[in-house]
Structure formats: structure tokens, C-alpha cells
């Protein structure tokens, strides 16, 4: 007996001495797993810059002059923000729901840790937000299913939440896991999950619609709001429950807020989305260059798609709304009687072209399309693709009254989109050089050509203004100067030309004797031929090119008229100079741009030359202004066009010009105030499709009018600070500009005249 309790007693005690040598083993093999993992035995773990610098792809935000954000550059849709711009209720649903001992733990919670092993294998059970965060930094959210690897994952994930506490606050954590979190539908971080569901700012999320995107981060899919209301509404009651537990919400207001419905202002973010498209992809283009020219510190290049840049541009948020929707009013109606003139026309929407060359014309729009490009990368034959444009087809098509669901050949979605008048539209403030408004399109999602900096087409008379403005420098002229207005002919061999020249005036007509500020307001081909003749075509394209037009332009007599291919951009901005008393300023779209933590790393520096005198430009102001007194711009005083009745009805003094190329395939119309400068262009976007009569095709019927709409919404805006005042004169003014005769002179009929150019030699 006493025996036997010898040996359980040696027994016993050395089971006692096996388990502590085991536990002991077990203790030191633990830490020892740890500190492998920790020296990256078991996979690189982040280094020290990492963790004070995380990796993440950060959108950068295009944000207007008067502090909107329009668009944004990103491969993942995510603007980080503070802790101190997150509501409290957030926060509060936040650590409620997803960590309750978040301020009392250094990274890993022992109650949730247990949990975790006891659960590992299904689903793992909870993680604190830390370690949620060294999770989607350095891991990706989801787990490996291979157990090892998950406990190797895991304990990675311990680890780095251990150094997370130590390098960053417990504000900065909650900040910080905000913004990496994906809320789906492209909605990356906290900020771009409030404007997407929501269409607010974190700041102002109600505590409702807090909850609702707290209660998504268990399962963004499952309990995505936009899809399972249901579903997300009992999540989103269930992350009440949590805040009245710890004591975050009355049991009252948790009463009142769970019988709300979720009320969603649901709207999916992409690039052609919002104001501003055009200018949104002409400013990408430009940043491209800007990054190879602007290095980081370190030598590497700016990715404007990761690096979370602030790119502050001069574009007016108010003024590019106020400018797309006065292309919408009027292109719409404009379109109309578009369709209603090419209704039953042979080869409409193409005037005077043979089968053969309307062929030629679909034939091209083809291949330069995105469906030939696909099928010739996948070896089709060009019979193949070619049979493939007449298979009908289900597709989403532009209206103006909304996109459209039909059925339509390939082929034919082709034709029906030349029908389409496209435009162009830049304002600028003359003094600075900075781009306010930008449209270059009517929807950038169908048409991505742009027709304000990358198309240029045929001026017609709004070329005129550089004409009588090198006269006026060169000659001495003035506006008052007298010429007359008869037939004319420059004979051949004279300035390079193979044959004589006898431009004709658009109404058949000639006047006499008339002043220079008659013949502009009128846009008479003869005076401008003559004025031509006087100063020679190689002084005026030495003007032309002072003013900032950069295209190739043929010193020749034809450019009096406006033979002459120039975008809406140079076209604004050299005339602008003439508004700025004769100084040029080069376009400017960027003031300034910002890294992601605020750093200044470029301000633009305005780009200046003088042209011409105070004097000469402000005679030029004059010239034309007397183009809206009662010219060929006239309906600026009292709106309309013709068939269409606008109220913009301006008054103040407008220097403006009209301008229509040959057939109607071209319309112009710039205007100009004292610190505003604005042009438009509209067209189709082949110039053998147009209109067929000059009523509508004339720049004082297509283009005038947006301008027209423009600036009566930035006028009644009355936080634009438009000026409505006249242009201010020089002191001592040499150059006669009040030409008494020159309103009786003026048409002031209702009919206008047009001024289509005659080109032909």
C-alpha cells in the first residue's frame, strides 16, 4: 500500500515536470514564432518609413476655384480624411459594433484573441481595429484558407497592430482604417462611401446613415444598402443596439431612429460623371507632361492616379455648370430643326456629296472605331467586320432627352451620331489668364473629341478683329477711318496669289463710304480685303502669332475672311488681350498643386507679353462693340434666335464678333466684358454635314445664343462679380473712338445680315 502511493506520488509529480518542460517549450516557441515572424522569416513584414508612410492608392481630387471637388484621378476611389472631420456618432457606432475595448487595448484584445483561437477554422472570430487596419495595409481583407497560413497571417496581423498603436493615436487608427475600408460600388475610405451613398461629406452623415455604413463593414456585399435594404436595415439597427449597450444613444433615440427607413442619394462615381468632363481629361493629358517634368524629391515620378495630389484648378464651379447648361438649352432646340432640315435627305446628314464620298466618310468612322479595333486585334477579316456593322444590335444611344435603349445597326448608330451639332465653349478672365468655364463636347461619354483645345476649325470672320487691329497699329487708323465700300479686286501675282481675287459681301450689297467700326459691326468682306491689301497678310500673321495662336496659318489675302483653322482656345485668348489693354496672358487651368499632406510642390507662374498699345486695344474694344450695338451680334440686346426666344436681353457694353465659315459649317460667336472673355463654337463634326440654310447655320443663330444664355445665369449670380461696366478708356486717348455717324450707319434692322465669308479667288 504504501508502495503503490510511492509510485503515484513519483508519478504524479513527474507528469507535474513534463507539463511545465512542455509549457515552457511551448512558451519559447511561441515567442520564438513571434520574433521569426517579426524578422520576416515567415514573409517580408513592413518596415519602419512603411508604417509611417502606408502604401495605399490615394484618389487625387481636381478641385475648382471656389473650393469644389469636380473630379478626381484614381485607380481606387479613396480621399482620405481626418479624424477631426469624422462625426462623433460615427466613431461612436464605429468601436461599438466593430472593437468595445478599442481604448483600453495596445493593439490586440485578450477576450477577442481567445475568440479568435478557439474559432479559428471558421471564420476566426474578432479582430481588433487595429488589427483590422495591419490587415488591409499590408495583407488584403481576406484570409488565407490554408490554416497554417492563416495563423502565420495572424499572427503578422498581431504583431503590426502591436507597432500600429505605438506609431499612430488612437484618433489617427480610427482615421485611418476609415479610409481604407471598401464599401463596394467603388466606394474606397469613409469619404467616397458618404458622397456615393449618401451625396454628403463624412461631417454631415446623420447618425442613422452612420450606423448604415459602420454595419456594412462586416460584409460589404451582404449588406450593401443599394441592394438589400432589408438586409441593411437590420444591420443598421443592430449597430444601434450596439451604441445604446455602451451607452452611445438613448434607448429613446435608438427607438426613433430604427423605425426609419434607409433613405439613400445613391449615385456611382466615374470619370463621366459630374461637371467639367472635357476639361477633366484635357487637364489628365496635361499632368502627364507635368509629372515627367516634375519629379519627387527622391527622383521617382508623381502617379496622379495613386498619389493623392490636390490639383487646384481655375475653373469656376458655378460658371461651368452655368456654361453646360446654356449648351444644353440651346443645342437641344438647335438639334431639333437640325433633324427637321435633314428629314428625307439623300445622303443626309452630308450636303452635296456623291454616294461615293458619303461611303468613304461611314467607311472611315468605322475603322477608327472601338468595335473594329477589338475585332481586327482578334484576326477578323475586314468582310468580316465590315458585315458586322449591319447586324442589328441592342445599344444605348445620346439624346438630348436622356440616354435611349434601342435596337439599331452598327452602321447606322454611325450616321445618326453625324447628325449630332457638337460645340466648343471657354471662358477666361482676361487679366489673369484664368480658364473659367471649359466644354468641349456635348456629352463626354459619346463624344470624346475635344472641340475647345484639341479641334480646330475655320474662324470665318471672327478673324476679322486682327485684320483692322494690325491696321490700326501699323497704319495709324482709327475706327472712325472712312473706306469705301464697292467692288474690288486684287489682282494676281499680288501678295503671292496665282489669280485675281474679288471677294463679294454676303448680302450682295455695297455701302459706300463707311467707317471701319460699320464695316466690322456689318462683317463687310470688302473692307476687310481692302484693310488686307493695305498692311499685307505677313503683318497679320505676325499679329495673329503675338496674340498666342500657335497654328499654322498661310500668309495669304483669303485669311482676311477667315480662311483660317485656330481652336476656341487660342481664339478666346487672343482676343481676351485686347480686353486686358494689350497685354497677352496665356491660358491657365492649375494655380496650384498640393502632395497628399498638403505640401505646396507647384504654383503656376502667368505667362505675359505686350502686343499692342492701351490705345490700339481699346479702338479694337470699340470696333467690337459696335458689332452688338447693331451688327451682325445685335440679338445680344434683345435675345432670341429667330425661332427661339431667349431673355437674356444684355445691355451693358459687349465687345463681341460673329463668324460663319462657307456653307454654313462653322458658327462663332465671341464676346467679351471688361473681365470676362468667352467664345463658342458649334458645327457638326464632319464639315460636309451642316446646315443647308443660312437662317440656322450662321454663327448669330448657333453659337451666340450659348453665349448669350452664359452670361445672362452668371449676370443674375450675382457672387460671379461679372462686370457690367464699360471697358475703361486710356488717359489721353490719341485714337479717335466716337464716331458720331456711326450708329446711324450701323444696320439696326431686324434681319440680320450674315457673315458667311466668300473665299473663293
Known amino acids: 500500500m504504501a508502495t503503490a502511493k510511492k509510485n503515484n506520488k513519483e508519478n504524479f509529480s513527474d507528469y507535474i515536470r513534463k507539463f511545465w518542460i512542455l509549457f515552457t517549450y511551448g512558451i519559447i516557441a511561441v515567442v520564438a514564432f513571434f520574433f521569426l515572424a517579426s524578422w520576416g522569416f515567415f514573409g517580408e513584414m513592413p518596415s519602419f518609413d512603411e508604417l509611417e508612410n502606408p502604401n495605399s492608392n490615394i484618389a487625387s481630387e481636381i478641385i475648382s476655384s471656389d473650393g469644389k471637388t469636380i473630379g478626381k484621378f484614381a485607380i481606387q476611389n479613396r480621399i482620405p480624411v481626418k479624424f477631426k472631420d469624422l462625426p462623433e456618432d ?33 471564420n476566426g472570430g474578432a479582430s481588433t481595429i487595429s488589427q483590422q487596419l495591419a490587415k488591409n495595409l499590408f495583407h488584403g481583407s ?9 495563423i502565420v497571417q495572424k499572427v503578422k496581423e498581431w504583431i503590426i497592430a502591436v507597432r500600429l498603436e505605438r506609431q499612430y493615436t488612437k484618433q489617427e487608427i480610427i482615421a485611418m482604417y476609415l479610409n481604407q475600408v471598401d464599401f463596394v460600388n467603388n466606394a474606397i475610405g469613409i469619404s467616397s462611401a458618404s458622397k456615393i451613398y449618401f451625396n454628403k461629406k463624412p461631417k454631415d452623415l446623420a447618425t442613422e446613415e452612420s450606423a448604415v455604413l459602420v454595419g456594412m463593414l462586416t460584409n460589404p456585399s451582404r449588406f450593401n444598402p443599394n441592394r438589400f435594404k432589408e438586409r441593411a436595415t437590420n444591420r443598421r439597427n443592430i449597430v444601434l443596439g450596439q451604441m445604446v449597450r455602451n451607452k452611445h444613444l438613448s434607448e429613446e433615440k435608438f427607438e426613433e431612429l430604427k423605425a426609419k427607413p434607409i433613405k439613400l442619394d445613391f449615385k456611382l462615381e466615374n470619370h463621366n460623371d459630374g461637371i467639367a468632363t472635357y476639361f477633366r481629361e484635357y487637364l489628365r493629358d496635361y499632368l502627364k507632361k507635368w509629372t515627367k517634368e516634375n519629379p519627387k524629391p527622391d527622383g521617382t515620378t508623381y502617379d496622379i492616379h495613386k498619389d493623392g495630389l490636390k490639383i487646384f484648378t481655375t475653373i469656376d464651379s458655378k460658371m461651368q455648370k452655368y456654361a453646360e447648361e446654356a449648351v444644353a438649352q440651346h ?75 434601342t435596337v439599331m445597326t452598327p452602321k447606322d448608330s454611325i450616321i445618326y451620331y453625324k447628325h449630332f451639332l457638337q460645340t466648343g465653349f471657354m471662358a477666361m478672365e482676361p487679366q489673369t489668364g484664368y480658364v473659367k468655364a471649359w466644354v468641349g463636347g456635348i456629352d463626354q461619354k459619346y463624344f470624346q473629341y475635344d472641340h475647345v483645345g484639341q479641334g480646330a476649325r475655320q474662324v470665318g470672320s471672327t478673324f476679322k478683329p486682327f485684320v483692322y487691329a494690325t491696321a490700326i497699329d501699323q497704319l495709324g487708323m482709327s475706327p472712325c477711318d472712312s473706306i469705301i465700300d464697292g467692288p474690288f479686286t486684287m489682282p494676281k501675282g499680288k501678295w503671292g496669289i496665282t489669280q485675281s481675287w474679288s471677294p463679294r459681301n454676303s448680302d450682295g450689297k455695297y455701302r459706300g463710304l463707311i467707317n471701319l467700326k460699320t464695316a466690322l459691326a456689318n462683317s463687310v468682306n470688302t473692307i476687310s480685303a481692302k484693310l488686307m491689301d493695305r498692311v499685307g497678310p505677313e503683318a497679320v500673321v505676325n499679329m495673329v502669332h503675338r496674340l498666342g495662336v500657335s497654328s499654322e496659318i498661310p500668309a495669304r489675302p483669303a485669311i482676311a475672311l477667315g480662311a483660317v483653322e485656330i481652336t476656341v482656345e487660342e481664339m478666346v485668348a487672343a482676343l481676351s488681350t485686347f480686353a486686358n489693354e494689350g497685354q497677352y496672358v496665356k491660358p491657365q487651368i492649375i494655380t496650384r498643386i498640393e502632395d497628399k499632406n498638403g505640401v505646396v510642390i507647384f504654383e503656376s507662374m502667368p505667362e505675359t507679353k505686350d502686343v499692342v498699345n492701351k490705345e490700339v486695344a481699346y479702338a479694337v474694344i470699340k470696333l467690337m462693340a459696335g ?70 447655320g450662321q454663327g448669330a443663330t448657333m453659337a451666340l445664343p450659348i453665349w448669350g444664355i452664359f452670361m445672362d445665369k452668371c449676370y443674375k449670380d450675382k457672387s460671379l462679380n461679372v462686370s457690367q461696366e464699360r471697358f475703361p478708356k486710356p488717359a489721353d486717348m490719341s485714337i479717335k473712338v466716337d464716331c458720331w455717324r456711326a450708329k446711324k450707319e450701323i444696320d439696326t434692322t431686324e434681319t440680320l445680315v450674315p457673315d458667311i465669308d466668300e473665299l473663293q479667288f
Open 90 to 122: 460615427l466613431v461612436n457606432a464605429l468601436v461599438s459594433t466593430e472593437d468595445e475595448r478599442f481604448y483600453e487595448h495596445s493593439g490586440i484584445d485578450p477576450r477577442g484573441t481567445m475568440r479568435a483561437v478557439l474559432k479559428l477554422g471558421s
Open 142 to 150: 481576406d484570409g488565407s484558407r490554408n490554416i497554417v497560413v492563416r
Open 331 to 405: 443645342l437641344k432646340n438647335l438639334q431639333a430643326k437640325f433633324f427637321e432640315e435633314a428629314k428625307g435627305k439623300k445622303n443626309a446628314p452630308f450636303v452635296n456629296l456623291t454616294d461615293e464620298e458619303t461611303n468613304g466618310i461611314i467607311k472611315r468612322a468605322m475603322k477608327n472605331s472601338e468595335r473594329w479595333r477589338i475585332m481586327k486585334g482578334d484576326d477578323k477579316t475586314e468582310e468580316e467586320i465590315l458585315k458586322s456593322f449591319d447586324v442589328k444590335t441592342k445599344m444605348k444611344i445620346f439624346t438630348w432627352n436622356g440616354e435611349r435603349d
Open 627 to 696: 458689332v452688338t450695338e447693331g451688327g451682325t451680334g445685335q440679338r445680344v440686346r434683345r435675345g432670341g434666335a429667330g425661332f427661339m426666344t431667349y431673355n437674356y436681353n444684355l445691355q451693358n457694353e459687349i465687345a463681341g464678333k460673329t463668324g460663319t465659315s462657307q456653307n454654313n459649317s462653322d458658327g462663332w460667336f465671341m464676346g467679351m466684358v471688361p473681365n470676362l472673355a468667352a467664345g463658342v463654337w458649334v458645327g457638326n463634326e464632319d464639315r460636309s454635314a451642316h446646315f443647308r440654310r443660312t437662317y440656322y
